[in-house]
């Protein structure tokens, strides 16, 4: 019995804050689908098309399209994921796509988290008690 789900090509996982994204890339033209909806639905406006685009557009590469399961974090931690995720999945594709991403800064993961609160500061984590002046 042949299957009619599309050849998964790539597969990788992204990461931003607390967002994480699921990535498999298939062949084809098709729009992306992000958590069954289609990609530009899911993050409207042209500064997140452009951001999501990027790899596509770094590599040349118009041959292939994407099914992404996002959670957690916010829309644009998210949209960062799934950024990083595409790259992933491209660079392990195809050997050769890896170097344009790398310079491009696309495969590099965004350490940066919320900092934690601390003991002693009122709830948050920068806070300082206030001192008296007299």
Known sequence: MASTSPKIIASAIGRRKTSV???RLFSG???MTVNGKPISQYFPG????TRYLLPFI????SKYTASIKVHGGGLFGQLDAAVLGLARALATASDKLKSPLRQA??????SRTRQRR????GGKSRRKRQSPKR
Not at 105 to 110: M, N, P
Not at 118 to 121: A, E, K, S
């Open 21 to 23: 994204a699921s990535v």
């Open 29 to 31: 033209t098709a729009e």
């Open 46 to 49: 042209l500064v997140a098309q």
């Open 58 to 61: 770094t590599s040349a590469v």
């Open 105 to 110: 800064g696309l495969l590099t993961r965004d």
């Open 118 to 121: 601390m003991i002693g500061m």
